[in-house]
């Protein structure tokens, strides 16, 4: 592969081998990254074609799992997958960027210049060609244009913003357990804008993992009378997307860990010292996390013409291909498709990008062999909120009855965590994840349970 100048704006073109078909996978998310091992594994390594994963990180991490982060709860070295190492292994190129432009005429996709933490150019300004584009780049959380949520808020998109948060939720408690003055009304108070998966799963591991820092050493706080979390709705119940007992079944285990639910609740402002509601009310809060709200990262809004929908996400056909472009298919939570019959878009959970991740990976060999591309068909298997170690609540789908069962404890936690072995495993294999399962298991019992750094 050989880099050469093509335009006057000095960005590089970074050249395939031409003889081959090159699919080029932007996002190395849940999804991107399943797709992307899987074709290199099946086209790449047997030289069928040439398989590039584009993503502006350079490890990954599941996505779910940042609550985990976040709260502490989980070291993030132990489960980030190197991207370069996993192509070199898996028969598939990684390019570290950010995809900030599309030419659909020249069949390339234009990457952002990276730097490092003192300026220095790290790649440059660049074009990559394809004959394939896929695009997952997944979805960011939007505040609404919410006064003082950018500055005052922390959104839990990335490994990066969840790390910081579990800094400040440290630094937090090691500076109410040294100051002389009382606690401030603010001081150690937690709120979590938005009652979806992420906001509920993060306050529960929160009532953990803030009682275990505690636990090592700072005696001067009280965990029951000093630490508060309070999750903010705007819906009449938290966990809206789910059945209405799944989320009486969250908010009564919640209730039972003292966090404070308001539900038909409206942040109207963040501020330094708390949120503001509609109502007039006023929240304090050292800590804000903002989970509310969907959207397509912004370069989506109008990619080279590709449709988007409202919210900034590309609209697919059941093919996974863009309407307007058929060299184009995009996928996972940065794709909006209704199914045929349906009135809603598929939603965006790691179970669909799972399935359009092995779909898509059927539908490009067919592609390669000039075969006509097969519908996506989506099986909705329920859905789980992990509350901690106090329990697992959700539904799975009875495909005998039809209908949706409620599960909860032991069982429903041991299906919410296969989510997650079933995406290492695609990722892996079968033997690495089972080694790599026990390897946790052990060191898991000689080490602190939260994080304290």
Known sequence: MTDTMTDPSKSQMIMPKPELHHIVIVGGGAGGLELATQL???????????????????????????????????????????????????GFRFRYGEMIGLDRFHKRVHLARTVDEDGREITPNRWLPYDTLVIAIGSLTNDFGTPGVKEHAIMLDTPEEAERFNRRLINACVRANTQAAPLRPEQLKVAIIGAGATGTELSAELHSTARGVVAFGLDRIDPDKDIKITLIEANNRIVSALPERVSNATADILKGLNVDIRTNARVVEATATGVRLQSGDFIPAELIVWAAGVKGPDVLADLDGLEASKGNLLVVKETLETTRDPNVFAFGDCAYLVPSGEKDPIPPRAQAAHQES???????????????????????????????????????????????????????????????KMHEQALHGYWKVALDTVSRLITRRTEPHVKLH
């Open 40 to 90: 290199g594994n099946k086209l790449g390594r047997k030289g069928k074609a040439a398989i590039t994963l584009v993503d502006r990180s350079r490890t990954h991490i599941w996505k779910p799992l940042l609550h985990e982060i976040a709260a502490g709860s989980m070291e993030v070295d132990r489960h980030e997958v190197e991207y370069m190492a996993q192509g070199h292994w898996h």
């Open 358 to 420: 092995s779909h898509l990976v059927r539908q490009l060999r067919r592609r390669l062999e000039g075969k006509p591309l097969e519908p996506f068909k989506y099986r909705d298997f329920g859905s789980l909120v992990s509350l901690g170690h106090y329990s697992t609540v959700g539904s799975l789908m009875g495909f005998v009855t039809g209908r949706k069962m409620l599960i909860e404890g032991w069982f429903a936690k041991l299906m919410y965590r296969s989510l997650y």
